[in-house]
């Protein structure tokens, strides 16, 4: 079974980190939380965009960078506007650590300079200083997965009221 690691990296804003541990509880991805904070992990705004989903969320907390590198093996990824190359040329291996900086920072440079083959980037116009945060993790996630054909995902719905195979072939 395909595991994957999302690592936020001194978040700052309740709101994103809560958006992002719904994305994670949706796709089955570990969110991995590493301090300081900009907010209490009981705050009433991360709970409330992760509304119904904190049950299915597989989440670990550290108190620093230096304890979560020490714990964990990678490889890792390290998202960034910095990256000279895009985050659809790695082949994502499983197991793999996509790690994100603070919403108002990013990736520490010093990190970012001593692993340059591991930074990757989304492709924006000139001028847009970032996308947001939780957004970006999203498109990250679903990048890795569609490269693994999404595993433990459904991938097709069903409708309420109405069957798709009564209505027949669509045109």
């Not at 714990?71 to 650590?97: C, I, L, M, S, V």
Request: charged content about 20%; glycine content about 8%; aromatic content about 12%.
């Amino acid at each position: 079974m395909a595991t994957l690691n999302i690592v936020l990296i001194e978040p700052q804003i309740p709101q994103n980190t809560g958006n992002i541990a719904r994305t994670c509880a949706a796709t089955g991805a570990r969110l991995h939380l590493v301090g300081p904070m900009g907010f209490e992990i009981t705050d009433a705004k991360l709970k409330r965009a992760g509304l119904d989903y904190w049950h299915l969320l597989d989440i670990t907390t550290y108190p620093d960078s230096a304890s979560f590198f020490a714990q964990n093996r990678g490889p890792f990824y390290f998202f960034t506007t910095k990256a000279r190359r895009t985050y659809t040329e790695p082949q994502y291996p499983d197991g793999a650590y996509i790690v994100f900086g603070r919403e108002d920072a990013g990736l520490p440079e010093e990190l970012l300079f001593q692993n340059p083959d591991c930074c990757v980037r989304l492709p924006m116009i000139a001028g847009a200083r970032s996308l947001n945060l939780s957004n970006t993790v999203a498109v990250a996630v679903y990048e890795v997965l569609r490269q693994w054909d999404f595993p433990k995902l459904l991938n097709s719905g069903r409708l309420t009221r109405f069957d798709w195979e009564a209505a027949g072939p669509s045109e």
